[in-house]
């Protein structure tokens, strides 16, 4: 499976952006797709996912109500939509995918995916 991650750019505080993320190659309708960011220094952080059969979604608390994630099923392909950008939400922005079904307690765990994006940066300035 091959994720190709776009979007990202230079935004104003408040400001919105969409990120895609393409996937490529063998998908399991049983995925569970994800952004995680991360900025230097600090550990990746879980953002948002979304179950690929279900349509399932969930955020992290600090994006709720801010953020949408969604997908296309046509284009094997998942958005997340990000408005009232703030500048902590500034980051390189990751895709990721699971090979199968996992756990709802893992969904938010780095170490439940295996196939990554290379990423996309997304930049907030005050």
């Known amino acids: 499976v091959q994720l190709q991650a776009s979007g990202g750019g230079l935004v104003q505080s408040g400001g919105s952006l969409r990120l895609s993320c393409a996937a490529s190659?063998?998908?399991?309708?049983?995925?569970?797709m994800t952004w995680f960011r991360q900025n230097p220094g600090k550990e990746r952080e879980f953002v948002a996912g979304i179950d690929w059969a279900s349509r399932y979604t969930y955020y992290a608390d600090s994006v709720k109500g801010r953020f949408t994630i969604s997908r296309d099923n046509s284009k094997t392909t998942v958005y997340l939509q990000m408005n009232s950008l703030k500048p902590e939400d500034t980051g390189i922005y990751y895709c990721?995918?699971?090979?199968?079904?996992?756990?709802?307690?893992?969904?938010?765990?780095?170490?439940?995916?295996?196939?990554w994006g290379l990423g996309t940066l997304v930049t907030v300035s005050s």
């Open positions: 190659g063998r998908t399991s309708r049983d995925s569970t």
């Open positions: 990721a995918a699971s090979g199968g079904r996992i756990i709802t307690s893992r969904k938010r765990d780095i170490n439940a995916y295996n196939y």
